[in-house]
C-alpha cells in the first residue's frame, strides 16, 4: 500500500479507503462487514468513511465497533454531517445547532473520543457560510475532529470557505470529496485547479462508477444478482448506459495489456491525480478489496493514459 499526503497538511492516508455507504449498516450484514474491515486494515488501508446518514446511524456503529480494536493512532477515520437524522426542522443542514449535536452524537455511535475528518456532506445554503465554519472550528479547538472537509461543493463553494476562514482566521478545509471516474470527470475543469491553489486533496467516492467499471454488467444481459443494479430502490440509469458499457468492453483490452483488472485500471487511472490523495472503495466481501488494493502505486505510461483517453471521449 501507498500512502499520500492530504492536501497540504501532514497527514497521510492509504491510497485506497474503504467507504461504508449502502453497505454497512444496511443490506450487508454485520459480521461482513466487520470481515471486510478487518482485511482493509491487514492490507495497510488506513483510512475508513462513513457517515452519520448512512442508515441513520448504523453505519458508524458498525464502523466504530469493528475498528476498536486496533490502536486509535493507527487509522484515520471521517463521519459526516448534513443529511436528514430526524424529522424536526432542525435535524438537518449546517447550522450551529445541527453541527454541534451531531458531531456528538456520531462520536457517541463510534465510540470514540474524536475523528480524524468531518465532512460538510453537501453546501447548505440556508445557512450563513461564516456560522458553518465557526462551528467547526470550535469542535477543531475541542479536539473532537482534527481536519475538516467537504463534499460535493463547487470550486466557487470552496473558495468562499478558504477565502472566509483566512479573514476570521478560522480553521481551513483541506479536503473535498467528489464523486469521481473515468465515467463522471466533472471535478477535472474547476474543482481539482481551485484545490491545488488552495491545498485542498480529494478523496474521490465512486471510482468504479457505481460498480459498472468493474466490467460485470453486460449489454442485453440482467444484472448479476446481489449487484447495485439489481436492487430496486438504486437508480443507476445515469451511468449504466449502453455507451459506457461499450466503453468499459474497450477498456478491458487496455487494462490486460497492463496485467490489470479493469477495476485496478479505473483506480490507478484515478490515481494519476496528484490532488487525489485517495480512492474510496466498498466492498461487501473481503476478497474485494485485495484486487482494489494492488491498483495502489501503479504507474501508467503516457501512452496507456492516452488510449484510455480516446475511449473515454
Known sequence: MEYRRLGNTGLKVSEISLGSWLTYGGYVEEQKATASIDKAYDLGINFFDTANVYMRGEAEKVVGKALRKYPRSSYVLATKVFGDMGDGPNDRGLSRKHIMEQADASLQRLGMDYVD??????FHKDTPLDETLRALDDLVRQGKVHYIGVSEWTAEQMTEAVNLADKRLLDRIVVNQPNYS????YIEKEVIPV????GIGQVVFSPLAQGVLTGKYKKGEAP?????????D??????????????VEALKGIAAN???TIAQLAIAWILRQQNVASALVGASRPEQLEENVAASGVQLSQETLAKIEDILN
Request: proline fraction near 2%; aromatic fraction near 4%.
Open 117 to 122: 475528518i468531518y465532512y460538510c456532506h453537501r
Open 182 to 185: 473515468m465515467l463522471h470527470r
Open 195 to 198: 484545490s491545488e491553489k488552495h
Open 224 to 232: 448479476p444478482e446481489g449487484s447495485r443494479a439489481a436492487q430496486k
Open 234 to 247: 438504486l437508480d443507476l440509469s445515469r451511468v449504466l448506459t449502453e455507451g459506457n458499457l461499450d466503453r
Open 258 to 260: 497492463e496485467n490489470l
